[in-house]
């Protein structure tokens, strides 16, 4: 079965404690993204990657980290969270970019005290 | 201004109805234009895509693009009650890279 697969799903953790959450897909796709969702603010983009070893910021970079070693595992590294990281965060692949559907992950909440 | 923007809502239509979702961006040349629904809870999922000027039709659902107007819709025909979500509107970048997404409409579909 096509998907993306994020874990954890739910994680709550203490401000300053490095964390990862991964993000894998099996349909060989280019693109891989990660978003927060916020109530009232939609999707914000954090950070892309167009291919292995090649990734970009999106709007809202701050405090995270990502890496494209494998075309397939595109994980968020946060490494020194703090409480406004507390968000619900999906990761999405897709074939390219234009005209395509991006398939996102089941999300995972994280909340930092 | 935001890049993408849409009215929050909630948008409450009667069963049977035609909703209409719009949404507004402003990249003049953004290249791709998205429609995702979001129920409460789960993850987004593709309803329809458009890039050309005009509409596009799939079943019940018609994405409607203006470029000139930098204005993207999306009517749903006889709304049924499992419509009800988020839809939220998306939008490629002039450089083709970043996607920039709206804040969503809720729809309520009354039985």
């Known amino acids: 079965e096509a998907q993306v697969t994020q874990n954890p799903r739910y994680l709550i953790t203490v401000t300053g404690k490095k964390l990862t959450v991964t993000c894998s897909q099996n349909m060989n796709h280019e693109y891989m993204s990660w978003y927060r969702q916020d109530p009232g603010l939609g999707l914000r983009q954090i950070y892309y990657s167009m291919n292995v070893e090649v990734t970009d910021k999106g709007d809202v970079p701050e405090g995270y980290k990502v890496s494209r070693k494998e075309k397939r595992n595109f994980p968020l590294i946060l490494e020194s969270p703090s409480p406004n990281q507390t968000s619900l965060y999906f990761c999405?692949?897709?074939?390219?970019?234009?005209?395509?559907?991006?398939?996102f992950g089941q999300g995972t909440r994280l909340t930092v005290v | 201004q935001k890049e993408v923007e849409q009215n929050s809502g909630p948008l409450s239509v009667p069963e049977g109805a035609i909703a209409s979702l719009n949404c507004t961006y402003s990249d003049r040349g953004s290249q791709s234009f998205f429609w995702y629904r979001q129920y409460s809870g789960k993850s987004p999922e593709l309803i329809m895509f458009i890039y050309s000027n005009g509409d596009k039709e799939d079943g019940r659902f018609t994405a409607q693009l203006n470029k000139a107007s930098q204005y993207v819709s999306l009517l749903i025909r006889d709304s049924q009650p499992s419509d009800s979500a988020t839809y939220l509107c998306?939008?490629?970048?002039?450089?083709?890279?970043?996607?920039?997404f709206g804040a969503g409409t809720r729809l309520f579909v009354k039985a």
């Open positions: 999405a692949s897709s074939k390219q970019l234009l005209n395509t559907e991006a398939f």
């Open positions: 998306a939008v490629i970048n002039t450089g083709g890279f970043k996607t920039i």
